[in-house]
């Protein structure tokens, strides 16, 4: 008896067989909402030669194609394309190189080991920081091709879509089920943690130099953590911390907390948690300055949601998703 070599074949379990992860269409992109947009070339510059290129927190490419632009990524903008002044939407896929504009001081409390509570608030805003500067454009359609910085390529974009049935790879860390409303994310790890590149793909055909924005699950009590998280950095990544921010890179969010926190008294960590613990002792005005802290927070966190899904989907695997924000979170 002749003996099947694929059924005696053994798959890590971190890499299932390529025919277990294939990419599945959807069988139509109902009520689709497309549009043309542009390549932020600009912004491929900068990761690739400029500023970003050596202080972006997380790793640059090393291929060319690691820039193209593949069909079912998420796109984002940076910044809104403020800096072309042409009036169109640029926007790019890979999240390498981001991180460049982060103070020092920020910086300095990531790579602080020996304090965990102060490297731990430092991450905290750091990706806040970044996610702030970036606005959620929607899902790729078409490729993009830019590894020739041709002017006719350019002008003439590529399509993106923003509503409808679509499907797209889970790039998250956490399992996808029908139900579960989406929200864009950065790449889990910096430069310097571990491997910064995935030791499996999350998708094929992608090289394993870029870094994909992360699929990631949002709800309710997700949110309530992440203002409570906000808060808490701010206040635990200390006087240092706080000053290194400038209002004017700083978020709304950012700089409502920093109404009620005075830097200039050069506050502590435990005067910092007394003054935030008289405004939740406060009448109904500091209620209400409470309030609009955490909608500021919240509406930070809520801008990044691209949709429901729809259908069920682990880390690496494809899954349908409804595009659309959501009003109820």
């Given at each position: 008896?002749?003996?099947?070599?694929?059924?005696?074949?053994?798959?890590?379990?971190?890499?299932?067989?390529?025919?277990?992860?294939?990419?599945?269409?959807?069988?139509?992109?109902?009520?689709?909402?497309?549009?043309?947009?542009?390549?932020?070339?600009?912004?491929?510059q900068e990761v690739r030669n400029?500023?970003?290129?050596?202080?972006?927190?997380?790793?640059?490419?090393?291929?060319?194609?690691?820039?193209?632009?593949?069909?079912?990524?998420?796109?984002?903008?940076?910044?809104?394309?403020?800096?072309?002044?042409?009036?169109?939407l640029h926007c790019f896929s890979f999240a390498n190189g981001l991180g460049a504009f982060i103070p020092?001081?920020?910086?300095?409390?990531?790579?602080?080991?020996?304090?965990?509570?102060?490297?731990?608030?430092?991450?905290?805003?750091?990706?806040?920081?970044?996610l702030d500067r970036l606005t959620y454009v929607?899902?790729?359609?078409?490729?993009?091709?830019?590894?020739?910085?041709?002017?006719q390529d350019m002008a003439q974009g590529f399509?993106?879509?923003?509503?409808?049935?679509?499907?797209?790879?889970?790039?998250?860390?956490k399992e996808i089920r029908p139900g579960d409303w989406i929200s864009l994310g950065l790449p889990h790890q910096f430069k310097w943690e571990d491997d910064p590149y995935n030791k499996s793909k999350q998708a094929e055909g992608i090289p394993l130099d870029k870094l994909l924005f992360s699929t990631d699950v949002v709800t309710p009590a997700s949110e309530a953590e992440k203002v409570q998280e906000i808060?808490?950095?701010?206040?635990?990544?200390?006087?240092?911390?706080?000053?290194?921010?400038?209002?004017?890179?700083?978020?709304?969010?950012?700089?409502?907390?920093?109404?009620?926190?005075?830097?200039?008294?050069?506050?502590d960590v435990v005067d910092a948690k007394e003054d935030l613990a008289n405004m939740f002792k406060g009448g109904k005005l500091q209620q209400q300055k409470l309030l609009h802290l955490i909608t500021n927070i919240m509406h930070a966190?809520?801008?990044?949601?691209i949709g429901k899904a729809l259908s069920f989907g682990r880390p690496g695997e494809p899954f349908d998703i409804c595009l659309g924000g959501s009003n109820s979170l």
């Open positions: 008896m002749f003996s099947n070599p694929a059924a005696n074949a053994s798959y890590p379990t971190s890499q299932p067989p390529r025919k277990a992860r294939k990419r599945h269409k959807p069988i139509a992109r109902i009520t689709s909402y497309d549009y043309n947009v542009q390549f932020d070339l600009r912004r491929k400029g500023r970003a290129n050596q202080t972006g927190l997380f790793s640059s490419p090393i291929r060319p194609e690691s820039y193209n632009v593949m069909e079912g990524e998420l796109l984002v903008s940076i910044d809104k394309s403020q800096a072309y002044r042409d009036g169109q020092q001081a920020l910086k300095t409390a990531l790579m602080n080991r020996q304090e965990e509570a102060k490297q731990k608030a430092a991450k905290a805003l750091t990706r806040f920081l970044i929607g899902v790729a359609v078409t490729g993009f091709d830019a590894s020739h910085d041709r002017f399509v993106a879509t923003f509503g409808g049935l679509n499907t797209i790879i889970n790039t998250g860390k808060v808490q950095a701010y206040i635990d990544v200390g006087a240092d911390g706080r000053a290194a921010m400038a209002d004017s890179s700083m978020p709304v969010a950012l700089r409502t907390l920093k109404e009620y926190i005075n830097v200039d008294r050069n506050l966190n809520k801008k990044m949601i």
